[in-house]
Antibody
Framework: EVQLVESGGGLVQPGGSLRLSCAASGFTFSSYWMSWVRQAPGKGLEWVANIKQDGSEKYYVDSVKGRFTISRDNAKNSLYLQMNSLRAEDTAVYYC?????????????WGQGTTVTVSS | QSVLTQPPSASGTPGQRVTISCSGSSSNIGSNYVYWYQQLPGTAPKLLIYRNNQRPSGVPDRFSGSKSGTSASLAISGLRSEDEADYYCAAWDDSLSGPWVFGGGTKLTVL
């Protein structure tokens, strides 16, 4: 069964850091682009970042550039999101999602999400 | 404000056909595939339509997608109570602001 399981969410103070993880199983992780997508409470979906199969290309939404870093470890079938200088507006459920073999392939498998709350 | 524009709400009665629109620009819908996602209350999004009009296995043929120019539509025929959910469109964007953009979402109510 194809599965994505996120972890690492929690409560953090403004200006703090958090590292999210996503464990993949049931498919050849190294063959797919991977993404992070977030959803603020009561709001819509917002794409955050994605990364190429070998990690050589990474893209970010403007609001997180310079603060968030996406990475992956294909040997561990894992995707990560290092979040620094967190702000209240980063509060959201963060979803890990699988894309296709090309950057423009949409997200077809989603994890259950992990909640990040930025508050003092 | 989302890059892709969707109506905030839509409704229909059981058995009816409803459509949800998604409007974009030449840098996203106009030149790339459109994807549709269904998000049931309290759950993760689920892929409903990919590459404008393709259904993943397991998605009923009551759901269909289309695209014309810089707009796209999701149609749901034979509306059922379990279709009550939020629906989002998405597309790759060629501009510098970010590769993937979503619509603001449409809440579908089955009356």
């Amino acid at each position: 069964e194809v599965q994505l399981v996120e972890s690492g969410g929690g409560l953090v103070q403004p200006g703090g850091s958090l590292r999210l993880s996503c464990a993949a199983s049931g498919f050849t992780f190294s063959s797919y682009w991977m993404s992070w997508v977030r959803q603020a409470p009561g709001k819509g979906l917002e794409w955050v970042a994605n990364i190429k199969q070998d990690g050589s290309e990474k893209y970010y939404v403007d609001s997180v550039k310079g603060r968030f870093t996406i990475s992956r470890d294909n040997a561990k079938n894992s995707l990560y999101l290092q979040m620094n200088s967190l702000r209240a507006e980063d509060t959201a459920v963060y979803y890990c999602a699988r894309s296709g073999s090309s950057s423009w392939d949409g997200m077809d498998v989603w994890g259950q999400g992990t909640t990040v709350t930025v508050s003092s | 404000q989302s890059v892709l524009t969707q109506p905030p709400s839509a409704s229909g009665t059981p058995g009816q056909r409803v459509t949800i629109s998604c409007s974009g620009s030449s840098s996203n819908i106009g030149s790339n595939y459109v994807y549709w996602y269904q998000q049931l209350p309290g759950t993760a999004p689920k892929l409903l339509i990919y590459r404008n009009n393709q259904r993943p296995s397991g998605v009923p043929d009551r759901f269909s997608g289309s695209k014309s120019g810089t707009s796209a539509s999701l149609a749901i025929s034979g509306l059922r109570s379990e279709d009550e959910a939020d629906y989002y469109c998405a597309a790759w964007d060629d501009s510098l602001s970010g590769p993937w953009v979503f619509g603001g979402g449409t809440k579908l109510t089955v009356l």
